[in-house]
T-cell receptor, first 113, second 112 residues
Framework: DAGVTQSPTHLIKTRGQQVTLRCSPK?????VSWYQQALGQGPQFIFQ???????QRGNFPDRFSGHQFPNYSSELNVNALLLGDSALYLC????????????FGDGTRLSIL | GNSVTQMEGPVTLSEEAFLTINCTYT??????LFWYVQYPGEGLQLLLK?????DKGSNKGFEATYRKETTSFHLEKGSVQVSDSAVYFC???????????FGTGTRLTVIP
């Protein structure tokens, strides 16, 4: 049973560029959430997708956008990259039910030069 | 609002020592509480959870009890191993918000 998979594992970009990160949820899960984890910090919630719509959003600017596909996989897009966007981006999947623990992928390490 | 406060790290212990990592939270209503562990270069793994007051979550020798009166969810292990070296995150899941709020993490290093 495959868990949450993310690609790529590492990425290097320069300021002003755009990036797309990808996530496949754990089998049977229908909800995907994205988190940003800066070095030495806990993950911060970016947004959540369910039924191909953004359901919840954290305190992140519109440069951060996403998409969910009919097979429940998801993409995170970040435009006009800033140095401060350097972080580990984690995808988590779950079932859209209360109190269901989220299962995390290993993340994509994004470095901005 | 929702927030989680963890004890500052790093924590360094000798093998077989007793571990406590403190965690307190602020939330409206009755959140579920979690401990996640992050090994070097990896994502987060769910370690244990508790969904209501006085529940005790346990896994791999780790335990934590949901204390509503003190708004705490301290992580304990009676005898740590070198393989327990990792970063530990306390988190809450607020019904309706549908996302996790994390503490800043506590790095544990266990030396032989």
């Amino acid at each position: 049973d495959a868990g949450v998979t993310q690609s790529p594992t590492h990425l290097i970009k320069t300021r002003g560029q755009q990036v797309t990160l990808r996530c496949s949820p754990k089998s049977g899960h229908d909800t995907v959430s994205w988190y940003q984890q800066a070095l030495g910090q806990g993950p911060q919630f970016i947004f959540q997708y369910y039924e191909e719509e953004e359901r919840q959003r954290g305190n992140f600017p519109d440069r951060f956008s996403g998409h969910q596909f009919p097979n429940y996989s998801s993409e995170l897009n970040v435009n006009a990259l800033l140095l401060g966007d350097s972080a580990l981006y984690l995808c988590a999947s779950s079932l859209m039910e209360e109190d269901q623990p989220q299962h995390f992928g290993d993340g994509t390490r994004l470095s901005i030069l | 609002g929702n927030s989680v406060t963890q004890m500052e790290g790093p924590v360094t212990l000798s093998e077989e020592a007793f571990l406590t990592i403190n965690c307190t939270y602020t939330a409206t209503g009755y959140p579920s509480l979690f401990w996640y562990v992050q090994y070097p270069g990896e994502g987060l793994q769910l370690l244990l959870k508790a969904t209501k007051a006085d529940d005790k979550g346990s896994n791999k020798g780790f335990e934590a009890t949901y204390r509503k009166e003190t708004t705490s969810f301290h992580l304990e292990k009676g005898s740590v191993q070198v393989s327990d070296s990792a970063v530990y995150f306390c988190a809450l899941f607020q019904t309706g918000a549908n996302n996790l709020f994390f503490g800043t993490g506590t790095r544990l290093t266990v030396i032989p």
